[in-house]
């Protein structure tokens, strides 16, 4: 089984910065991708940003230029640095793994909030 456990969100004024982590157990594939998600209040969850195992990475237009994903694949572990926050951040974030051949499965974290306010 596999389990991704995030942490790091909490209240940030506008303009202010915070970093997620998001620590994944169990059997873990060499090859995969993982990225962070979100989702606010009466919105579907949307794609924030992505990284494979090899480092190539995809952000959501919203956030290029403002938050960077980052992986250490020694502790499993995949980051998020939000710089530049803004309202519209405001969401819970939630960690997710895509992995698997020829069937791919995907596994989500619990979520972590992100509040952007003054």
């Known amino acids: 089984q596999v389990q991704l456990v995030e942490s790091g969100g909490g209240l940030v004024q506008p303009g202010g910065s915070l970093r997620l982590s998001c620590a994944a157990s169990?059997?873990?594939?060499?090859?995969?991708?993982m990225g962070w998600y979100r989702q606010a209040p009466g919105k579907q969850r949307e794609l924030v940003a992505t990284?494979?195992?090899?480092?190539?990475?995809n952000y959501a237009d919203s956030v290029k230029g403002r938050f960077t994903i980052s992986r250490d694949n020694a502790k499993k572990t995949v980051f998020l640095q939000m710089n530049s926050l803004r309202p519209e951040d405001t969401a819970v974030y939630y960690c997710?793994?895509?992995?698997?051949?020829?069937?791919?499965?995907?596994?989500w974290g619990q979520g972590t909030q992100v509040t952007v306010s003054s």
């Open positions: 997710k793994l895509d992995q698997g051949f020829p069937s791919l499965r995907e596994y």
């Open positions: 169990g059997n873990i594939f060499s090859i995969n991708v």
């Open positions: 990284i494979t195992s090899i480092g190539s990475t």
